[in-house]
């Protein structure tokens, strides 16, 4: 009871499986069917006659084999099925199915013989135990009961997904980190002999190396530096793996999830330093800005014609855009206006320092009044 519960610990214990000496592929079927055609012509013709609907039984039961030889690929099967067909037929019916049986026991043997592996596929074949050869792609052959095929093995690139749950962080973060392995087999003899399950072993690796760099990093370089924790991921399998025949191409994060209080601390640190960025770039044009004002003040000193032009364009500029009605001081209509500002530059004035009233009068321009002007007046007015 004690050792029971000490191999449950195990999670990879060895499973008992049905081994697979072959597989039935389509031109194996082809065979087994033409052995079966030629057996029930050979029966009717040359042979003993037989009833149809033994012939129609036979035909049953040997389609129920080859369905058997597909799930159950095996030389014992094989024999077994060899054994079973001559015990029931001599039992049944004696000598009269003898052409029939021997037709479809050269079925039996010579179908699984024809093997067929795809074009991305390599073929490892062991004789009595050993290895014999390599084979693939293509159609090849096999001796039979003595020869082994133990594994098509695919020779493409492969994407296997893997995960580190719980895993804490050189900075004592726990996180869930789910990655992708992009892995192929360059020898497929290395890869059946040399290990027991390659995709098994793959798997348990990268998940071992996914952890152990996770522990000698922070979180900031695992949320910063994937490609190049990836790198020394896949560097790390590769040596591994490589004795097996198998090579690591590379390592991707898919997500890295972290505490949801953590989360939510790393999003308020995130928009504090966004707020912060942002006042300090207000403050910076704000400088800006205001070392223009005082550049332009200074300019706008020594040309005072500029300044009213540049006030009367603002004036021009908003009511044009915006269509809106600016009200202004009488006296800053009267110094922003163009026509004062010429007769200003007409006079050989600098407009807005004496004024629109232009020189003041000499005694040379005073007229004396005329008295009989004013009598004259002062009669019309009595007259009124």
């Known amino acids: 009871m ?38 029930v012509v050979w029966q009717v013709t040359v042979g003993l006659p037989a009833p149809p609907m033994e012939l129609v039984y036979i035909t049953v039961q040997v389609i129920f084999s080859a369905v058997l030889l597909m799930l159950l690929s095996s030389w014992a099967l094989v024999l077994v099925l060899l054994a079973g067909l001559w015990i029931g037929t001599f039992a049944r019916y004696g000598n009269a199915m003898f052409p029939l049986a021997l037709m479809i026991s050269g079925g039996y043997v010579l179908a699984p013989v024809f093997q067929l592996a795809h074009h991305w596929e390599k073929a490892v074949i062991l004789r009595l135990g050993r290895y014999h050869r390599l084979r693939g ?157 005082v550049e332009a003040a200074k300019r706008y000193r020594e040309d005072p014609t500029a300044l009213h032009l540049r006030g009367m364009n603002m004036i021009y500029e908003g009511i044009k855009q915006r269509g809106t009605i600016v009200l202004l001081p009488s006296g800053s209509l009267s110094s922003m206006s163009l026509g004062s500002v010429l007769d200003d530059l007409a006079r050989g004035q600098v407009p807005g320092t004496a004024g629109s009233a232009g020189p003041a009068p000499t005694p040379e321009s005073q007229e004396t009044p005329d008295p009989r002007s004013e009598a004259a007046t002062d009669e019309e007015g009595a007259q009124i």
């Open 2 to 39: 004690y050792r029971v519960k000490a191999f449950d610990r195990i999670r990879n214990l060895p499973r008992a499986v049905l081994p697979r000496d072959f597989r039935i592929s389509p031109p194996a079927l082809l065979i087994l069917a033409l052995f079966l055609g030629g057996g």
């Open 137 to 293: 792609p293509g159609v090849f052959l096999v001796f039979p009961v003595i020869d082994r095929v133990t594994r098509f093995v695919d020779t493409r690139i492969r994407a296997t997904d893997f995960s580190a749950e719980k895993t804490i962080t050189m900075d004592t973060v726990p996180v869930h980190v789910d990655a992708l392995a992009f892995w192929m087999i360059w020898d497929a003899t290395k890869a059946i002999l040399e290990v027991e399950n390659f995709m098994e072993a793959v798997v348990l690796s990268a998940q071992t190396a996914l952890r152990d760099a996770i522990g000698r990093h922070d979180l900031a370089d695992l949320l910063a530096e994937r490609e190049r924790i990836g790198r020394e991921i896949q560097q790390a399998l590769d040596r591994k793996t490589n004795p097996w025949g198998i090579t690591i191409l590379s390592i991707e994060f898919t997500d890295i999830v972290i505490p949801k209080e953590l989360e939510d601390a790393m999003s308020k640190r995130a928009q504090a330093e966004r707020e912060r960025q942002s006042r300090v770039i207000l403050g910076t044009a704000e400088i800006e800005i205001s070392d223009k004002f």
